[in-house]
């Protein structure tokens, strides 16, 4: 089973390019949720989905955009890349439910020059 | 507002000593969930356990065990004889009922070290 899968594994773009991140899973699960990880700074939500159709924001959302046409994808737009941009960030799925567990993508290591 | 914080940013130990992490988490939720999470070098989050607020039995599996105290709004994790392959960030995380669960906040996780 191929789980979360996240395209490309790293990226380097220079400032104000835009971009889109990756993110399908083949697990039917209903919530997809991106997250960016930094130094001290543990794991932040950027922008959640509970269902096709159905996004909403998290912590840091500036900067990003996102859709839900399938249950499958979730691509995260980086409309004008900033350096603050440069990250790890992680594409997860879980199970609708509060006690359901994340499967969590390999991460795209994004720099931003 | 919901808050973990896992004040350890680094623990070093040497193989065979037993390791705790701590983890505090704020809530005004009656209902909620904890989880931790462990992230190996290669990258990955791997899913350990999840806790929720009404079940404060401890629990053990293998070397691996969890302490959960609502009285002090805690679920450490404590590893026993710890081993290389330990080495890793380990998370912290909660996801409250009055978000619907949509929402998992993480700590600033804890990188362990365990030398051989």
């Known amino acids: 089973n191929a789980g979360v899968t996240q395209t490309p594994k790293f990226q380097v773009l220079k400032t104000g390019q835009s971009m889109t991140l990756q993110c399908a899973q083949d697990?039917?699960?209903?919530?997809m949720s991106w997250y960016r990880q930094d130094p001290g700074m543990g794991l932040r939500l950027i922008h959640y989905?509970?269902?096709?159709?159905?996004?909403d924001q998290g912590e840091v959302p500036n900067g990003y955009n996102v859709s839900r046409s399938t249950t499958e994808d979730f691509p995260l737009r980086l409309l004008s890349a900033a350096p603050s941009q440069t990250s790890v960030y992680f594409c997860?799925?879980?199970?609708?439910?509060?006690?359901?567990?994340?499967?969590f993508g390999q991460g795209t290591r994004l720099t931003v020059v | 507002a919901q808050k973990v914080t896992q004040a350890q940013t680094e623990i070093s130990v040497v193989e065979k000593e037993d390791v705790t992490l701590d983890c505090v988490y704020e809530?005004?939720?009656?209902?909620?969930?904890l989880f931790w999470y462990k992230q190996p070098p290669s990258g990955e989050l791997v899913f350990l356990i999840r806790?929720?607020?009404?079940?404060?039995q401890n629990e053990i599996s293998g070397r691996y065990s969890w302490n959960f105290q609502k009285s002090t709004s805690s679920f450490n994790f404590t590893i026993t004889a710890s081993q290389v392959v330990d080495s890793a960030v380990y998370f912290c995380?909660?996801?409250?009922?009055?978000?619907?669960?949509?929402?998992?906040?993480f700590g600033a996780g804890t990188r362990l070290f365990v030398k051989a």
């Open positions: 997860a799925s879980r199970k609708s439910g509060l006690y359901t567990e994340a499967f």
């Open positions: 806790r929720n607020s009404f079940d404060e």
């Open positions: 989905s509970v269902g096709a159709g159905i996004t």
């Open positions: 697990m039917n699960h209903e919530y």
């Open positions: 809530t005004r939720d009656t209902t909620y969930y």
């Open positions: 995380a909660l996801s409250e009922a009055s978000t619907g669960g949509f929402k998992t906040i």
